[in-house]
């Protein structure tokens, strides 16, 4: 049995802004210890399988940064999506590179831009959705128990059937439900049965390639015509010509939704998406007013706020519960119950035509 590993690492980070950047985005930054987060996501995956079995989906801007963060990564791992098309393509375009070289293997579909703490724990949970996966055309992700009601993630809705597998549970899914609202998340998180969706995935390439087929037909026509041109000179250029024509559709809406034989493991390894600033407060340690501090800061009466100064200093006096991060060329104040909307800011850039600062 082959695993093969696919890193989705095209984002922007946009919600990480302004230390995510169009040409730095936060899957290249050093967010928690002293490597980034996509070279942290390689050592994990190396832990599982060797480099060769590992790819990386992402801009065609980021190309020369991921050569140079993960240098011992075999060029001809490193898949190029012309244009953002969210998940699904992304999924599709991995699937036919991998069926190409590993056509019978597993493969483990993971974000670049993720927090997990416990790699033992990761890597024992990986290899238990593997031998679900191996089992007849099953569907695996993993699922992590909330903690609170939040509304940036999709739910996974458990069925109440289970069963265990290396001491693991290995729930059934009822089904995935979008991001809700702040009233439904609360039900959701008083029910119990419900999971974040961690974008976490694992299945046969095979039977992805069939869902693929059978739920977005179109899409998998466009896949097809790429894929013909694999072992001729006309590769790339096919790509970069029918990538565009695919939906910009997330996998999660194209097959999880539509499907009936997913499986859940849930999660306890330190798991955090780092969606926005306020991850900080999850993944560092607080000072005794509760605040998150980096870089040279002068704190009086000052409480639960998060502060990142980039080398100046940062005086701060009788404030509470806000954003401060200070870059060579932005600055960002906002209250921490905006976090989510920081993309607001760079859509209202746009709108400027100040596009020096995204």
Same mark, same amino acid.
């Given at each position: 049995?082959?695993?093969?590993?696919?890193?989705?690492?095209?984002?922007?980070?946009?919600?990480?802004?302004?230390?995510?950047?169009?040409?730095?985005?936060?899957?290249?930054?050093?967010?928690?210890?002293?490597?980034?987060?996509?070279?942290?996501?390689?050592?994990?995956?190396?832990?599982?399988?060797?480099?060769?079995?590992?790819?990386?989906?992402?801009?065609?801007?980021?190309?020369?940064?991921?050569?140079?963060?993960?240098?011992?990564?075999?060029?001809?791992?490193?898949?190029?999506?012309?244009?953002?098309?969210?998940?699904?393509?992304?999924?599709?375009?991995?699937?036919?590179?991998?069926?190409? /070289?590993?056509?019978? #293997?597993? !493969?483990?579909?993971?974000?670049? +831009?993720?927090? %997990?703490?416990?790699?033992?724990?990761? =890597?024992?949970?990986?290899?238990?959705?593997?031998?679900?996966?191996?089992?007849?055309?099953?569907?695996?992700?993993?699922?992590?128990?909330?903690?609170?009601?939040?509304?940036?993630?999709?739910?996974?809705?458990?069925?109440?059937?289970?069963?265990?597998?290396?001491?693991?549970?290995?729930?059934?899914?009822?089904?995935?439900?979008?991001?809700?609202?702040?009233?439904?998340?609360?039900?959701?998180?008083?029910?119990?049965?419900?999971?974040?969706?961690?974008?976490?995935?694992?299945?046969?390439?095979?039977?992805?390639?069939?869902?693929?087929?059978?739920?977005?037909?179109?899409?998998?026509?466009?896949?097809?015509?790429?894929?013909?041109?694999?072992?001729?000179?006309?590769?790339?250029?096919?790509? /970069?010509?029918?990538? #565009?024509? !695919?939906?910009?559709?997330?996998? +999660?809406?194209? %097959?999880?939704?539509?499907?009936?034989? =997913?499986?859940?493991?849930?999660?306890?390894?330190?798991?955090?998406?780092?969606?926005?600033?306020?991850?900080?407060?999850?993944?560092?340690?607080?000072?005794?007013?509760?605040?998150?501090?980096?870089?040279?800061?002068?704190?009086?009466?000052?409480?639960?706020?998060?502060?990142?100064?980039?080398?100046?200093?940062?005086?701060?006096?009788?404030?509470?519960?806000?954003?401060?991060?200070?870059?060579?060329?932005?600055?960002?104040?906002?209250?921490?119950?905006?976090?989510?909307?920081?993309?607001?800011?760079?859509?209202?850039?746009?709108?400027?035509?100040?596009?020096?600062?995204?």
């Amino acid at each position: 049995m082959t695993i093969t590993c696919v890193i989705m690492a095209g984002g922007k980070g946009e919600r990480f802004w302004p230390k995510s950047r169009t040409n730095l985005p936060k899957q290249f930054l050093n967010i928690s210890g002293n490597k980034s987060m996509i070279q942290q996501s390689i050592h994990r995956l190396e832990k599982l399988v060797d480099i060769s079995q590992i790819f990386i989906v992402t801009n065609e801007l980021y190309a020369e940064l991921l050569k140079a963060q993960i240098p011992h990564l075999p060029n001809s791992n490193i898949i190029i999506e012309p244009v953002g098309r969210n998940t699904a393509p992304c999924v599709g375009l991995a699937s036919i590179v991998i069926e190409g /070289k590993f056509p019978d #293997s597993t !493969m483990v579909v993971i974000p670049s +831009d993720h927090i %997990i703490k416990n790699d033992e724990g990761f =890597i024992k949970i990986i290899k238990t959705a593997v031998d679900v996966a191996q089992e007849g055309s099953n569907l695996v992700t993993l699922g992590i128990k909330p903690t609170y009601p939040e509304t940036g993630y999709g739910y996974i809705e458990s069925s109440g059937e289970s069963t265990q597998l290396n001491d693991l549970d290995i729930i059934k899914v009822s089904k995935f439900v979008e991001k809700p609202d702040a009233e439904t998340a609360q039900s959701y998180f008083k029910s119990g049965n419900y999971y974040w969706n961690s974008g976490i995935f694992v299945w046969k390439v095979s039977v992805i390639r069939n869902y693929i087929k059978e739920l977005m037909p179109d899409m998998h026509d466009v896949l097809e015509t790429m894929k013909a041109t694999f072992d001729s000179p006309e590769r790339d250029e096919a790509i /970069k010509s029918e990538f #565009s024509k !695919m939906p910009d559709q997330s996998i +999660d809406y194209g %097959i999880m939704e539509k499907v009936s034989n =997913i499986y859940m493991i849930p999660c306890v390894f330190g798991w955090d998406d780092v969606g926005s600033w306020t991850a900080l407060e999850r993944i560092n340690d607080l000072d005794e007013d509760g605040n998150v501090i980096k870089g040279n800061i002068l704190n009086l009466d000052t409480k639960r706020c998060i502060i990142e100064s980039n080398g100046k200093l940062i005086a701060t006096l009788g404030i509470e519960d806000l954003i401060i991060v200070d870059t060579e060329d932005v600055t960002l104040i906002c209250t921490k119950d905006k976090a989510q909307e920081v993309k607001l800011l760079l859509k209202e850039l746009r709108n400027q035509k100040r596009e020096q600062y995204l």
